[in-house]
């Protein structure tokens, strides 16, 4: 064995980089929640290549201050949380403070940033976490990042992507869910110049809902609503009609963030069990909204898991609140038998 030695920063950063950016998906939901974090009404997202070579993501937020844009990007820099305790009460998307210094390790990375206050704004360039360029611009307010060249420098890392199509269907499915999560920003995701998501940011789930999933589905919808003291569950369940052969139209989300979590997939499911056939999965767009000291989202980097201190009474409502949905009169079609008029035959007199 060789001695040990302190990995250099560059090391250290890279290897940090595997947790929380696994492929340019990770790079736009990171962004992207930063953005919502920033009070955005509009975000856009533009991709050339899948996101491998090209992603520009552009808010209308708050912006980062001049002299806050360096160290915005240095790892666990962040403004969402000032110490330990701030954890039990967490209500952004985004407070471990490393997907810029993350980002920044393994891409080409400007940003073009301003608050409301000055007059301009700031352009700041990295490549490989190495700075490259900082100077005042005119822009406007909000801001914009412009991602190159994603794992340029770690191409093991690279050559496990997979294919431009593939990798542009994560970020649309990503995109999807964020759009459903948080109604009242618009969103619109381009890619090879041509618009495959838009959405018109009402504040209104079911205008989303059409907008992604189209006519068919917006159509077949039950509402549920569930109020408990510690929390509430608000959205639509699709009728069994609208069910599919796998679980990528299953959404759910925390305080609008998307997770997974096995308690209230199952929960979700059972609902079902006597409505759909086996192998058979239902449209859901559901936001729970709970009390932060409840649930632990610091669990993994890509913060798609989450821990529930109540886990036996959340599915409890979750099974009641589909349930009662699927229960209601809205599944029971409406029969009308036509009055006949025509003058009845008396068969003995038929010849």
């Known amino acids: ?40 009404s509009a975000i856009t997202v533009e991709i050339k290549e ?9 808010d209308n937020g708050t912006g980062i201050e001049k002299d806050e844009v360096k160290t915005a990007f240095l790892r666990h820099a962040t403004s969402k949380i000032r110490n330990v305790d701030d954890l039990l009460t967490i209500g952004s998307l ?27 704004g700031v352009r ?14 005119g822009c406007p307010e909000g801001t914009t990042f412009l991602i ?11 050559k496990f992507l997979k294919s431009k199509m593939t990798e542009a269907g994560y970020i649309s499915a990503m995109m999807e869910r964020i759009a459903l999560s948080h109604p009242e920003v618009a969103f619109k995701l381009i890619h090879q110049n041509k618009a495959v998501l838009t959405t018109t940011g009402t504040g209104r789930l079911k205008d989303v809902i059409y907008q992604i999933y189209g006519k068919d ?45 096995k308690i209230i997939t199952k929960a979700i499911e059972d609902s079902y069990k006597t409505y759909q056939m086996v192998h058979k999965y239902p449209f859901t767009a559901l936001n729970l909204t709970i009390e932060p000291e409840f649930m632990d989202v610091n669990v993994h980097p890509a913060k798609m898991e989450v821990r529930f201190k109540n886990g036996e009474e959340l599915f409890s409502a979750f099974l ?16 009308r038998l036509k009055n006949d008029t025509r003058k009845k035959e008396n068969i003995l007199e038929r010849p």
């Open 148 to 158: 190159r060249s994603l794992f340029y420098n770690t191409p093991a890392r690279r």
């Open 94 to 120: 985004g407070f471990r403070g490393e997907a810029l210094a993350s980002i920044a390790s393994i891409a080409k990375v400007e940003v073009i940033t301003k608050t409301a206050e000055p007059m301009t």
């Open 50 to 58: 899948g996101g491998i070579d090209f992603i520009r993501i552009t």
């Open 320 to 335: 009641e609140g589909v349930r009662e949905a699927l229960g209601s009169r809205q599944l029971i079609p409406k029969v």
């Open 124 to 137: 700041y360039v990295m490549e490989g976490g190495e700075e490259m360029a900082f100077e005042e611009v």
């Open 217 to 261: 589905i917006a159509m077949n919808l039950l509402p549920v609503d569930v109020k408990r003291d510690a929390f509430s569950i608000e959205g639509y369940v699709g009728k069994p009609a609208v069910s599919r052969g796998n679980r990528a139209l299953e959404n759910y989300f925390v305080n609008g963030r998307y997770i997974k979590n």
């Open 1 to 40: 064995m060789g001695s040990i030695r302190v990995l250099s920063q560059n090391t250290i950063n890279q290897i940090a980089a595997g947790e929380v950016i696994e492929r340019p998906a990770s790079v736009v939901k990171e962004l992207v929640e930063n953005a919502i974090d920033a009070k955005s």
